[in-house]
C-alpha cells in the first residue's frame, strides 16, 4: 500500500498533479475500467488490515472481497474472455484490446486472490491471540474427533455422492462456484487407478464450530479438514492419494435473445444455463499434484494461466461464517436506526407526515421501516385506491410484498413492475412475481431491451378535496436487509407535479408510451443524458464568464466517456468539481491542462456507499440555496444512462436540499476516517489525520438526526410550507427520446452493482 496522505482538512484534498500532460483526444485520458473496480475491492481488502476495527469485522471485510471477486471473475472476466474466444475487435476507452484487458486483469486478480489468503493468515493467527481457534484436523481431541464422526453420518454422509471416473462414469458436470475434491484411487482389490471426485453440496458449511474446550476457547474446524479424515468411509475399498478441493469459475451473464415472447420463462431457462456457462478460471489448493490440475484444466478447457494455487483456503468468501460467532466485544458496536421525529409528531401516520412538508430518509441511519411502514399504511387505509411500484431487488419475506399482496386482496388495484434482470435475484424475482399474481397483483416485467432501476413508489388516496398522490422516490433497492447496511436515500412528496411525473413513468414502463414531457423528473434513457450534460455545460459557461460554479457528486461509479470528457473541459474552464465516488471511477483527476480542478475521493467504511447525488452551483458558490441538487437511482455509466430506466430528481424543498447539500454532500467531502485520495496515475492512498480532527462521516451520520427527520423541533417551517427551492430548477423537462426502437434492439449488458 502507498504512503497514506496526511490531510485533516478539505484543503488537502488538492490532486497530484501528473508532470506529463495528456490531452483530450488520448485515450491515456481514461483509467480502464476493470482495473479501476479491482483498486475497489483491494481498498476493500485493506479495511481487514486497519486495526481501529473490531476483529472480527475485518474478517468480515476479507469475506466481502472475495465476494465481490468471485462476481467480477464470473460476470466482468468472463465477458472480456468471451470477447477475445469470439476474436472481437474490440477496444476499451483508453485503446486496450480485450486480450490486452485479459493479460493484464488476470493478473491484478491473482495478485488480489493471493493478497487475500495472506490477510486471512494473518487474521487467523490474531483469532487465536483472542482465543478462537481455527485448527486442522491434526489438531482435534479424540471428543472432538468423535464429534465430528457423528456429525459426519449423520447429517453429511446421505447428501455426498462420490465418484470414480472411468469409461462408465465420465467426469460429470461441475457447477459454477461448486467446491470439489480430487484425488487419486486405487482399487485394492486389483490395484485398477481412478481419479475420484467428490461434488460438495452448496449449503454444506464451510466451518464447524466445535464445543468449546476446558479453557473456554472456541475452535473451529475447516470442513474439508473434516472431509479429509472420511475419505476411507466415502471410498470404502480404495486407497486415496493426493486429495485436494478445487473450485471453478463459469461465465455468469445471462444475455437476452431479441425474438424472446415470454420474458419469465426466458429466464427460468437462462438460469438454468448459467451453471453450465462456459469456464472461465479455477482456484486449486497446493495438496493438489500437477499432473491432476493439467487434467482438470484439459477437463474444463482452461490453461495453466487461469490456474490459481490457493493454499489450502480455496474459498474464502465462507469466512463469513466465522464472523457470526458470539462474540460482540470483537464486533461493531450495534447500531439501531432512528425513527424520524418527522413521522413520530403524526403518530406514525405517514400521509400526515408528507402532507405537512416533504422529507428524506437517511439510510441506514434512518429506519427503512417508514418506507414499510408507508406501504403497509396504503394497504390498511379504506381510502387508498391504487399503488404502483417498482421491484428490482428485496429480501426474502419482503415486507414490501406482504404489502402489496395486501392491498389487492382488499380490492385496491396494485401494479407492481418487477425487474427480472436483476444479477443474482432473478430466480427470487420470479417467485416473488407469481405469488403476488396469485394475489391480484397486476404484474408487468417491463422492457426486454432495458433494465427497469429506477426506485419509486406512488399511492393514489381519496381525499376531501379530490385525489392525492404520495409518492417515494429512492435511491437504493426496496430491501429491509441490505438498508441497514447501505447508505441511500427516500425522499417523501405530495407535490402534484411530482406526483404527475411518477404517473408517467409507470405509464411508460407498462405500455412503452412515452410521455411527452415531464415537469421535473429526468429520465433514463430518455433524457437524463441531456440533463446533466445541460447542468455540467452550464457551470462550464458560468466559469468561462467569470460567475461563481462549481460540482459536487457522489454515486458508485464513474464510467460514461461523454460525461468525463464534459467534466474535463468543465475542469479546463476552472470549475472546481468535488467527486466521491465509491468503485469504479475511469477519470483522471489532477492533470495538468486536464483535470487539474478535479478531485476524486472514495469512502470505504462500516457502510456501503450507495447513495447517488449531484449538485451544481448554479450562479452560486457551493454550497448554497441557490444549487440545483438532485438524487439519483444512476450512476454515470453508459448501462444506466442509455440501457435501464432511472430517475434523476431534483430537490426543491428548502429543508431536504439544505439536508443533503450542507449535511449529507459536506460531510462526505469532509470524511478522513474512511476516504481514499484518487491519484493522477490511477492508484488510491488513504487519506488521514490527527486524531483529534479526524472524521467520520459514518460516525457522525449514527449520531447527529438529520435536519428533515428533526420534527416540530428541527422544522424550518410550520404547517404545509413546501418551501420549494425557486430558480433555474422550475423549468419544464421535455421528455426527448434517444431510443430509435423501443422495443426492438437486443442489449448485452455486463456490469456489477444496483
Known amino acids: 500500500m502507498d504512503k497514506p496522505l496526511t490531510a485533516p482538512d478539505r484543503d488537502d484534498l488538492e490532486p497530484l498533479l501528473l508532470a506529463e500532460q495528456i490531452g483530450m483526444d488520448a485515450p491515456e485520458r481514461f483509467i480502464n475500467r476493470e482495473i479501476s473496480w479491482l483498486g475497489f475491492n483491494e481498498r476493500v481488502l485493506a479495511e481487514a488490515q486497519r486495526e481501529q476495527h473490531p476483529l472480527l469485522e475485518r474478517l468480515r471485510f476479507v469475506a466481502i472481497s472475495a465476494t465481490n471477486l468471485e462476481e467480477f471473475i464470473m ?10 474466444r469470439a476474436r472481437m475487435d474490440t477496444h476499451s476507452p483508453e485503446g486496450l484490446t480485450s486480450a490486452q484487458q485479459v493479460a493484464m486483469t488476470a493478473a491484478r486478480v491473482r495478485d488480489l486472490q493471493l493478497r487475500q489468503l495472506e490477510v486471512w493468515h494473518d487474521l487467523r493467527n490474531e483469532l487465536k491471540q483472542r ?36 469409461p462408465s462414469h465420465p467426469f460429470p458436470f461441475i457447477r459454477n462456484l461448486a467446491v470439489s475434491m480430487v484425488m487419486e484411487l486405487t482399487r485394492q482389490s486389483d490395484n485398477r487407478r481412478f481419479t475420484g471426485l467428490l461434488m460438495i453440496p452448496s449449503d454444506m458449511p464451510g466451518f464447524i464450530r466445535l464445543p468449546r474446550n476446558p479453557k473456554g476457547h472456541s475452535r473451529i474446524v475447516p470442513a474439508a479438514e473434516v472431509l479429509h479424515i472420511y475419505l476411507d468411509h466415502l471410498f470404502p475399498g480404495f486407497r486415496v492419494e493426493n486429495p485436494g478441493f478445487f473450485q471453478l469459475f463459469r461465465d455468469s451473464d445471462i444475455e437476452l435473445a431479441e425474438e424472446a415472447e415470454d420474458l419469465v420463462r426466458l ?31 484439459e477437463e474444463f478447457g482452461l490453461e495453466q494461466e487461469d490456474c490459481v494455487r490457493m493454499g489450502r483456503d480455496i474459498n474464502l468468501a465462507q469466512l463469513s461464517e466465522i464472523c457470526d460467532i458470539d462474540r ?3 464486533k461493531f458496536q450495534p447500531y439501531e436506526p432512528r425513527y424520524p421525529d418527522r413521522v413520530r409528531d403524526f403518530d406514525g401516520d405517514c400521509f400526515a407526515a408528507i402532507r405537512a412538508k416533504d422529507f428524506v430518509i437517511h439510510h441506514p441511519f434512518e429506519s427503512f421501516d417508514v418506507v414499510v411502514r408507508f406501504l403497509h399504511q396504503a394497504a390498511a387505509d379504506p381510502d387508498v385506491v391504487a399503488i404502483k411500484q417498482t421491484l428490482y431487488r428485496t429480501s426474502n419475506d419482503s415486507p414490501i410484498i406482504s404489502a402489496l399482496k395486501q392491498a389487492a386482496e382488499a380490492g385496491k388495484s396494485v401494479t407492481a413492475l418487477v425487474e427480472l434482470k436483476a444479477r443474482f435475484d432473478e430466480e427470487a424475482n420470479i417467485r416473488w412475481a407469481r405469488d403476488m399474481e396469485r394475489a391480484g397483483v397486476q404484474v408487468v416485467y417491463g422492457f426486454l431491451e432495458l433494465k427497469t432501476h429506477a426506485k419509486v413508489s406512488l399511492v393514489a388516496r381519496r381525499e376531501a378535496g379530490g385525489m392525492r398522490t404520495y409518492c417515494h422516490f429512492g435511491t437504493g433497492n426496496y430491501h ?8 441511500d436515500l427516500s425522499y417523501f412528496t405530495d407535490d402534484v407535479e411530482f406526483a404527475q411525473d411518477a404517473g408517467r413513468l409507470f405509464n411508460y414502463m407498462t405500455s412503452y408510451a412515452v410521455p411527452s414531457a415531464m415537469n421535473r423528473l429526468s429520465l433514463a434513457p430518455l433524457n437524463m443524458r441531456e440533463t446533466l450534460m445541460d447542468a455540467i455545460n452550464g457551470e462550464t459557461a458560468a466559469a468561462r464568464a467569470g460567475e461563481p460554479s462549481g460540482i459536487w457528486a457522489k454515486m458508485n461509479s464513474l464510467v460514461d466517456p461523454e460525461i468525463i470528457d464534459a467534466l474535463y473541459v468543465a475542469s479546463q474552464a476552472g470549475v472546481k468539481i468535488e467527486l466521491v465516488i465509491r468503485g469504479i471511477c475511469c477519470l483522471r483527476p489532477g492533470i495538468k491542462g486536464l483535470s487539474e480542478t478535479i478531485s476524486v475521493t472514495s469512502i470505504i467504511g462500516r457502510f456501503l456507499e450507495h447513495s447517488r447525488i449531484c449538485c ?10 441557490q444549487a440545483r441538487v438532485f438524487i439519483s437511482s444512476a450512476d454515470w455509466m453508459p448501462r444506466n444512462i442509455n440501457r435501464r430506466v432511472e430517475t434523476l430528481i431534483p430537490i426543491l424543498n428548502e429543508t431536504v436540499h439544505q439536508q443533503i447539500l450542507d449535511e449529507i454532500m459536506m460531510t462526505n467531502l469532509r470524511d478522513t476516517a474512511n476516504t481514499w485520495v484518487l491519484r493522477s496515475d490511477g492508484s488510491y492512498v488513504h487519506r488521514t489525520a490527527e486524531a483529534s480532527k479526524s472524521i467520520s462521516s459514518h460516525q457522525y451520520f449514527m449520531e447527529n438526526p438529520s435536519l428533515s427527520g428533526r420534527g416540530r423541533a428541527g422544522s424550518s417551517g410550520k404547517g404545509k410550507g413546501k418551501g420549494k427551492i425557486k430558480g433555474k430548477n422550475k423549468v419544464k423537462n421535455n421528455i426527448k427520446p434517444n431510443l430509435a426502437n423501443q422495443t426492438g434492439a437486443e442489449v448485452k449488458t455486463r456490469g456489477m452493482g444496483t
Open 480 to 487: 429491509p436487509i441490505t438498508a441497514r447496511i447501505y447508505t
Open 131 to 166: 482465543n478462537i481457534d481455527i485448527i486442522d484436523r491434526s489438531e482435534l481431541s479424540d471428543s472432538e474427533r468423535q464429534h465430528l464422526e457423528e456429525t459426519f453420518e449423520t447429517e453429511w454422509l446421505p447428501v455426498l455422492t462420490p465418484i470414480s471416473v472411468d
Open 328 to 330: 460482540p466485544e470483537l
Open 75 to 84: 460476470v466482468r472476466f468472463a465477458g472480456l474472455k468471451a470477447q477475445v
Open 616 to 625: 451544481f452551483a448554479n450562479g452560486a458558490t457551493l454550497p448554497s440555496r
Open 267 to 297: 429466464f427460468e431457462t437462462a438460469l438454468k444455463r448459467r451453471t453450465r456457462g462456459d469456464s472461465v478460471s479455477i482456484n486449486v489448493d497446493d495438496r493438489v499434484p500437477d499432473h491432476l490440475v493439467t487434467a482438470l484444466l
